[in-house]
C-alpha cells in the first residue's frame, strides 16, 4: 500500500475487502459494460440493426477496462460517460456505433447506483443475520443470570444477562426488516432517456410503444430486477438514497445502543469486550482493558447517521426533471492537521481525565464551527450554505509515526453544493481544531505543537479531482 496519498481509515481500518470491490472503480465500470451489452441485446431483440458480431465484440471486452484511454479522453471533452463510451469503442470498433443507443448519462450512473447498493444492502443483510445469530445463541445462554436493570442510569429491579441481550437482538431484527424491505424495493432505473419521457427511444423505434416497454423490461431482467422505475425525470428519485440510508442508520442507532451499553457495563465491571493476549490497553497503563472496540463502533454509527442529512437535501433539491445537486456541482474538500503533545497529555484526552472535560468532542464541535465561520475569518472567503462537515481526531500514540511524534491526527471533510471550492473550510475547521485541543490541554503541555495543516483532496467543479501526491 502506498504511504504517500491520503486513504481513508474506512477503506484501510473498517471496510471489507467485499465491500470496498463493491463501491471500487472496477464494480462500476464492468457494470456499465454490463448495461451496455444489456441494451444492445434487448434492443437488437426489438429489431434495430445491432449484429450478434457487435455484441460478441462487446462481450470480449467486458471486464477489461482501457482506464487510461478513458482519462485521456476525459481531459479531452470533461464528460465522464462519454469517456468511457469512447474507450470501450476503442477496444470494440465494429460495436463503437452501437454503445449507449438511445440511452442518456443516468443509464449507466444510476442504475449502477442501484445495482451498487443492492449488492451493498445484501451484504449488510447477512452480516446482520450472522449477528442475530450470535446474539440469540448469547441470549439463550444467559437468561437466566440475573443482572441489575437500570432506568435512568440508576439502579432498578433485577433483569438478566440474556433478557438485557434480547432487547439488543429486537431492534436488530426492526433493522433486519427495514434492510429486506429495501432491498425489495429496490427497482432498476431502465431506460427513460434525459428527462424520463423516453424520447430518443421512441425516435428509434418509430413509436412502437410496445417495444420501448420491451427494452426497457429485458434490460431489468438482465440485471436480476422484476421491475423499473414507474415514472421518473432523467434519474430515479433521490428519496431511494434517503430511505436506504435511513435503514442503514437504523443498524448504526442499534449499533450505538449496544456500544455504549457496553461501555457503560465496562465501567460497572459487569461486562466487557474480549482482551487479546498481547493487546495493550494503554500507552501509560498497559494493564487497562479501555472498550475500544465499543467506542469504536460508536464513533461510526454516529458517521452513518450524521450521513442521512445529505441525501435528504439532494432529495429536496431536484428541481423539475434533474438539477446537478447530486453531480457536478458538489464539492468536496478533505483537509488534515496534527497536534503534537507529550505522552502523558494524550493519555489524559484518550481517557477523559482532563480538567476541561472531553476534549476531542469538544474539538470536533469546533472544528465544525469554524468551518461555518469561515468566510468571516478570511478574508475574500464567500459564506457558503454547508452541506456536510466532519471532523475526526484520531490519537497518535508512540510508534505509530515514522518521526516518532505523539499526539492527535485531525482530519476534516467538508462539502457544498454551490459554483466555489470549500477547501478553505476544511483548512480552517482542521486548523481550529486542533487549536481547541491546545487551548484544552495548554495548563498541562504548553509545548504542544501544531503542524502538518494542508489539503488532502479536493472534488468537484471544473477542476475536477486534485489529490495530494507527496
Known sequence: MAHDTYTSP??????????QYIFSEDNKFKTWRRLWIALAKAEQKQGLPITDAQIAELETHKDDINYDVA??????????VMSHVYAYGVQCPEAKGIIHLGATSCYVGDNTDILVMREALEVVRR??????ALLAEFADEYKAMPALAYTHLQPAQLTTVGKRAALWLGELYMDYAEIETRIKGLALLGSKGTTGTQASFVELFEGDDAKIKAVEADIAAALGFEKVVPVSGQTYSRKVDYNVLSALSGVAQSAMKFGNDMRLLANFKEMEEPFEKNQIGSSAMPYKRNPMRCERICALARYVMIDVLNPAFTAGTQWFERTLDDSANKRVAVAEGFISMKPET???????KAAKGDVLACAR???VMAAKKTSEL????????ITKAKVECAPVREGEREDGRVGIHVTTMCGVTGKTGIEME???????TCLTVYDMCKAVDRGMEISDVRLLKKDGGKTGLWLREE
Do not use: W
Open 426 to 432: 476544511a483548512l480552517t475547521a482542521a486548523s481550529v
Open 10 to 19: 474506512f477503506q484501510t481500518r473498517y471496510a471489507s475487502k467485499e465491500m
Open 71 to 80: 482519462a485521456a479522453r476525459e481531459k479531452e471533452c470533461r464528460h465522464d
Open 378 to 385: 478570511i478574508p475574500m472567503c464567500h459564506p457558503l450554505n
Open 365 to 367: 464541535v469546533a472544528g
Open 127 to 132: 452480516k446482520l443475520l450472522n449477528v442475530m
Open 346 to 352: 494524550l493519555a489524559l484526552i484518550v481517557e477523559g
